[in-house]
């Protein structure tokens, strides 16, 4: 199993930046396939970023395409999510999200059901 725990959230204003961290330990973290997901009050978890294990392939949903930068450092077990020019409606908790399965597609990295192993979340607020 992997442990995941992360922090960097916050009260940003729109249009200024954050950089969330997730610290995993247990497993080899090389071994996971890694994903940041949001949920907004009253709304369904939503896909922002994943990676693969050796970081070559990323994907981001469409809102977060361009502003929004997924990295990961094997070394320190740890991803990243850097986030600039926030809008309010990127408002949510952000849960970082695990899998060491195999054969992944790049649908199936922004499918919920794929991950297996989540964090408690870091809130992040921006604020008009």
């Known amino acids: 199993q992997v442990q995941l725990v992360e922090s960097g959230g916050g009260l940003v204003q729109a249009g200024g930046s954050l950089r969330l961290s997730c610290a995993a330990s247990?497993?080899?973290?090389?071994?996971?396939?890694m994903g940041w997901v949001r949920q907004a009050p009253g709304k369904e978890r939503e896909f922002v970023g994943g990676?693969?294990?050796?970081?070559?392939?990323?994907h981001y949903s469409d809102s977060a395409k361009g502003r929004f930068t997924i990295s990961r450092d094997n070394a320190k077990n740890t991803v990243y999510l850097q986030m600039n020019s926030l809008k309010p409606e990127d408002t949510a908790v952000y849960y970082c999200?695990?899998?060491?399965?195999?054969?992944?597609?790049?649908?199936?990295?922004?499918?919920?059901?794929?991950?297996?192993?989540w964090g408690q979340g870091t809130q992040v607020t921006v604020s008009s």
């Open positions: 999200a695990a899998t060491d399965r195999f054969m992944i597609t790049a649908q199936g990295i922004r499918t919920m059901r794929t991950y297996d192993y």
């Open positions: 247990g497993r080899t973290f090389s071994s996971y396939t």
């Open positions: 990676i693969t294990r050796n970081a070559i392939n990323l």
